[in-house]
Antibody, heavy 122, light 105 residues
Framework: EVQLVESGGGLVQPGGSLRLSCAAS????????MTWVRQAPGKGLQWVSV????????DYADSVKGRFTISRDNSKNTLYLQMNSLRAEDTAVYYC???????????????WGQGIQVTVSS | SYELTQPLSVSVALGQTARITCGGN??????VHWYQQKPGQAPVLVIY???NRPSGIPERFSGSNSGNTATLTISRAQAGDEADYYC????????FGGGTKLTVL
């Protein structure tokens, strides 16, 4: 059974940093691209970032480029999102999601974690 | 950047057919995916690549895509289908529609 469990969220002041983790199990982690998607309170889904299975390719939404860094440790089956220079508008539930296709590019997400709250406020 | 347009809300009578649209420029040339999200829960993939159902998704869920509109159709709507539905595709980056709240009356 595929499981994705996010952790590391919480309350942080504007300008602060936070690192989210997503522990994966139930599939060959290194074979799949992984994605972070967020959802601000009462709003829709917003794509944040994607990383290839090997970790050699990454991409970011313009709104987080230069502030967020996606990475993965395939030996630990864990996905990360390092968030720096956080702003109030980064407040959201953050989901990690798995690509459907082996060796795919992360554009189709078939399993999602339960989400983790990140609140940026003074 | 590519934009996807969904109606804010759709209502359907119990047991009837609901259609949720997703509009975009020449969207028929792209692969469209649909997600269902119930309150307080993570999204669930219900249709991928326009018209394919993942295992475990009822046959009542179907999809189509042509021209400038992709459509998610839910036949014999049930109370448990009440949720927000999002279309999604890739066009230089992953894009989500704004979401449609489905109400079953």
């Amino acid at each position: 059974e595929v499981q994705l469990v996010e952790s590391g969220g919480g309350l942080v002041q504007p300008g602060g940093s936070l690192r989210l983790s997503c522990a994966a199990s139930g599939f060959t982690f290194s074979s799949y691209a992984m994605t972070w998607v967020r959802q601000a309170p009462g709003k829709g889904l917003q794509w944040v970032s994607v990383i290839s299975g090997s970790g050699g390719s990454t991409d970011y939404a313009d709104s987080v480029k230069g502030r967020f860094t996606i990475s993965r440790d395939n030996s630990k089956n864990t996905l990360y999102l390092q968030m720096n220079s956080l702003r109030a508008e980064d407040t959201a539930v953050y989901y990690c999601a798995k690509d459907q296709v082996v060796g795919g590019t992360g554009f189709l997400m078939d399993y999602w974690g339960q989400g983790i709250q990140v609140t940026v406020s003074s | 950047s590519y934009e996807l347009t969904q109606p804010l809300s759709v209502s359907v009578a119990l047991g009837q057919t609901a259609r949720i649209t997703c509009g975009g420029n020449n969207i028929g040339s792209k692969n469209v995916h649909w997600y269902q999200q119930k309150p307080g829960q993570a999204p669930v993939l219900v249709i991928y690549r326009d018209s394919n159902r993942p295992s475990g998704i009822p046959e009542r869920f179907s999809g189509s895509n042509s021209g400038n509109t992709a459509t998610l159709t839910i036949s014999r709507a049930q109370a448990g289908d009440e949720a927000d539905y999002y279309c999604q595709l890739w066009d230089s980056s992953t894009v989500f529609g704004g979401g449609t709240k489905l109400t079953v009356l």
